[in-house]
């Protein structure tokens, strides 16, 4: 089964019961899922298994972040596993991202690769104590233009970025943008938030989207009230 959707729910749950529990309230044909570090931490392969056994198409973010060899070995492993969407950090510079896209290549694998900017939870302030002295839009667009030419499919960045990336790299690249919040939601720890309507107008092609959907009482209606929002 595959979705035309822009929605791409995080499943970020504590175990592969709680994961599937709340997938089974779901529906695969209008959304798909993505499993990250801590689900896939504690369950392993099992779980993008038993998501793809229900139809859902995964976006395995693990945000990859390591020398050239180590990285191409974890996507290929990913792709592998047959997922729709893997991720890797754009900090990790251009030798990582290209030793990436040569071996899933090399392998005629089709997973989408895509790459990491500034995490939507940083500011100004948390890039200096790093080091990096830019505002996090100018260090997006700086990481959204080296990704783009280390060969990658899109990257993620905030959807206040998207319409400036969408200039820089056109409809194309992919903009995969989570700290998304709709009208009824709380902001949480984001910083960089919009809500999903503005966030596919500015240029986002696939809206990442959490505790919105995750912790509401149903699911599925807080699915539902985020389409009714981009439709509205
Ligand atoms: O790569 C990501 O998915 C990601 C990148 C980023 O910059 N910010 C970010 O929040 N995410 C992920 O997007 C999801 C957002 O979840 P909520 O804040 O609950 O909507 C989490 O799973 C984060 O790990």
Redesign the pocket.
Known sequence: MSSDSPL?I?L?QPSLDAALCLADRLDPTRCRV?V??ELFTRSGPDVVEALHGRGFQV?L?L?FHDIPNTVAGAVQAAAEQGVWMV?VHAGGGRRMMEAARERLERHGLTTHLIA???????ETTDLQEVGVTQAPGEQVERLARLAMDSGMDGV???AQESARLRELCGDRFLK?T????PSF?AA???RRIMTPREAMAAGSTHL????????AKDPMAALEAIEQELVA
Do not use: Y
């Open positions: 791409i995080a970020d993505k990250g570090k976006f973010d945000k991720n990491v900017t500034v995490l939507t939870s940083m993620v960045c905030s995969v989570p700290g998304i919040r939601a949480d720890d984001q990442v989207i959490g505790r919105p959907v995750t912790r």
